[in-house]
């Protein structure tokens, strides 16, 4: 959420802000709003400090032993006028807060301009896309030759959008959270398990709520929701909170499955494993000073990176452009693997730096040292990884002409010294 003083403060600034992430955002309603309910709330104070000089001058006649009672008339319908101004201010807030909840972060000052995906900033790329004699098959092609990936039966009790990974597939998920959660660990982050149902507080907190309800999957009669994203969890552990400033920076992780209704995303690498309803994914999550963020992003993208780095998959990483930005984010990197039977690069982590966007709806602050005042912290998330989409990526880029996958060097401590996925029993695996 934006601070309000600075959207009376620069109005038009913010206008021009947000017209780089191609927002038309209510920011004339806001300040038209604001104005009236400060208007209102002057009223009140005004009142208010009418009744009580009255009320010391109704005491100095009673002491004096005069008749007071007009005065006290008087007090009555001035109290009846404030009663009925503090009723009608309360849904003036109400809807200053809705309005408020829909305006987006305005974007970092080195955020390109543009449309869409089109329009981003490669920064860098790792690897070169593997030479391979032979027609690159498909991942869901080669999982269910395999007989460790079955979309058929996912459907039937689930329906679209779901997998059910068997024997080696489910080894192969099971091993890359442990690898990737002790990759982030070892990079200073600390391991969290977390709920994967939350309430709306935290939807709401980390922006979800309201602006993108309809991508939730909601859980009757109670008010919970699965979440999108460990981010979710992990950015509300402190909600309501003011820490210390020793307590920064603070670094967390945890893997969750993840759960998104995807509206609106009908047609867009919806086979296989890449965009599904229900996933598995590692996540980071960093709570920094103001002054730090910047810095901190670029090390969370190093963070991602390193991952596809010592999995040996190739990558390329992009600066977002304002028209491709999600909500939330001021600054916004998405890291790309390499898929060969797509011929291009697939969206398979974004990092974010949210500023003080998520820390103002949560009500996350710090005191920084020898400070009287309180200051918002600013938070960051990324994906390291999400996991379907990296079995997808080593199903793609480890396969080999005669049907079977190659286990990474870095994987293969994970899936018990298998070298080779040939089907029921990789080659190489040590019981």
């Known amino acids: 959420m934006l601070d309000l003083r600075r959207i009376r403060q620069e109005p038009e600034e913010i206008k021009r802000l947000l017209a780089i992430k191609r927002v038309d955002a209510p920011i004339d309603e806001i300040l038209a709003l604001d104005k009236r309910r400060r208007a209102v709330q002057a009223d009140i104070e005004r009142l208010k400090a009418e009744r009580n000089l009255a009320s010391e001058e109704v005491s100095v006649k ?20 404030i009663r009925a101004l503090e009723a009608g201010i309360g849904p003036l807030e109400d809807e200053l807060q809705y309005l408020l909840m829909r305006v987006p972060n305005t974007p970092s000052l080195d955020v390109p301009p543009g449309m869409d995906a089109a329009d981003n900033v490669e920064v860098r790329r790792f ?20 007989g460790i990936i079955d979309f058929e039966r996912a459907r039937k009790i689930s329906g679209a959008r779901f997998s059910v990974l068997k024997g080696w597939g489910a080894r192969l998920s099971r091993g890359l959270i ?73 670094r967390y992780t945890a893997y969750t499955a993840s759960f998104r209704a995807e509206a609106g995303a009908a047609g867009r690498d919806t086979r296989g494993l890449i965009r599904q309803h229900q996933f598995d994914k590692v996540e980071l999550v960093r709570f920094v000073r103001p002054n730090e963020s ?26 977002l452009c304002g028209g491709d930005m999600g909500f939330g984010q ?18 398979i982590s974004s990092c974010s730096n949210m500023t003080d966007f998520q820390a103002r709806r949560a009500d996350i ?40 996958v190659r286990v990474a060097p870095a994987l293969q401590p994970y899936l018990n010294g298998a070298t080779e996925i040939t089907g029921d029993t990789p080659t190489g695996y040590q019981m």
């Open 330 to 347: 001021a600054t916004m990197y998405d890291i790309e693997v390499w898929m060969p039977s797509y011929g291009r690069y697939v969206e």
């Open 127 to 146: 690897g070169d896309p593997p030479a391979m004699a032979f027609a690159a098959r498909a991942h869901w092609d080669l999982g269910e030759s395999l």
């Open 365 to 404: 602050r710090f005191r920084p040292e020898g400070a009287k005042k309180t200051e918002f912290v600013h938070t960051l998330n990324g994906s390291a990884l999400a996991v379907g989409r990296t079995i997808a990526a080593l199903l793609e880029n480890y396969q080999t002409a005669r049907g079977t």
């Open 62 to 81: 009673k002491k004096r032993g005069e008749t007071a009672s007009h005065l006290i008339a008087a007090m009555r319908r001035v109290g009846d006028e």
């Open 294 to 319: 910047e810095a901190a992003l670029l090390a969370m993208v190093q963070d991602a990176e390193s991952v596809l780095e010592d999995l040996g998959l190739p990558y390329r990483t992009v600066l």
């Open 178 to 250: 442990g690898f990737m959660l002790d990759h982030a660990v070892a990079r200073g982050y600390v391991e969290m398990a977390t709920p994967y149902l939350v309430n709306r507080n935290s939807m709401i907190g980390t922006g979800q709520f309201p602006k993108f309800e309809d991508d939730a999957f909601a859980v009757s009669p109670h008010d919970y929701f699965l979440i999108p994203t460990a981010e979710v969890p992990l950015t509300n552990l402190h909600r309501d909170e003011i820490l210390s400033d020793q307590d920064l920076p603070l």
